[in-house]
């Protein structure tokens, strides 16, 4: 598998700790990788950088010293970074080959005609066999969102929905929520919850329950064919 995440850097990552969760999710999905595995790590802004060259997964203190190093730029620019990756990705051949894009707002270059996002997704993401996911961060009283373009990007690019992941919840929720969409880039929301499957109605039953519980009369012990004679005066009197 080949993996490719481009995390945003843009200021508005530097409030709270928006930039530390998008960290930690990224070094959680390269924790998944086996050895053999490729990953590629990026960074941007309006500008993309590539922090890490497409390379086998087992360096994970490089890859660690790569991510830490990612520092807060200018504004945010998603097709450059999405142009990237599909660079690093095409490097290699492989059956999976998978993007993650992590971010915390809307893109400024969306109304340029030059980047057709929509072309990008079909053109080289599906023509390349490359899925891409999306993972949304935000904190209370953000106001330059838009994880509803985020959403339709996964859906071009046959991934996981992105997901919003507030700072009150810890860091494990994006890890997790960001190593999900690794493992299952083609599924749906991954954190979904099981249905239990729905029972029939029971049939009404006509039946008559007795209140009064049925008596049953033990056999004696010196005669088993003679039963014995209750001390109920009311059982003498059925008998």
């Known amino acids: 598998m080949a993996l490719a995440i481009a995390i945003d850097r843009s ?14 999710a990224a070094l959680a999905s390269a924790q998944l990788l086996a050895p053999d595995d490729f990953i590629a790590i990026l960074s941007f802004d ?3 950088e590539v922090n890490y060259q497409l390379a086998h997964a087992g360096a994970l203190d490089l890859i660690t010293r790569k991510v830490e190093g990612i520092t807060i730029g200018g504004g945010t620019a998603f097709y450059n970074a999405l142009v990237e990756a599909t660079n690093q990705l095409e490097r290699v051949r492989l059956a999976a080959r998978h993007v993650i894009l992590i971010t915390d707002g809307a893109t400024q270059d969306r109304g340029d005609p030059r980047n057709d996002y929509r072309a990008l997704l079909r053109e080289r993401f599906n023509a390349e066999n490359i899925t891409l996911s999306t993972v949304f961060i935000s904190v209370e009283g953000d106001l330059d969102q838009d994880p509803g373009f985020l959403r339709q990007l996964a859906q071009l690019g046959g991934g996981s929905r992105s997901s919003r992941a507030p700072e009150p919840r810890s860091r494990r929720w994006s890890s997790r929520r960001c190593a999900e969409s690794l493992e299952s880039p083609k599924g749906s929301r991954a954190a979904s919850p099981r249905r239990r499957p729905m029972r029939a109605p ?11 519980p049925t008596i049953r009369l033990r ?12 001390r109920n005066p009311i059982i003498r009197r059925r008998r």
């Open 11 to 24: 200021g508005s990552m530097s409030i709270g700790e928006k930039m530390t969760l998008a960290k930690q």
């Open 46 to 48: 309006t500008l993309t």
């Open 219 to 230: 056999p004696s012990r010196r005669n088993p064919r003679k039963r014995r004679r209750s």
């Open 202 to 212: 029971r049939r009404p039953t006509n039946r008559r329950r007795s209140r009064s």
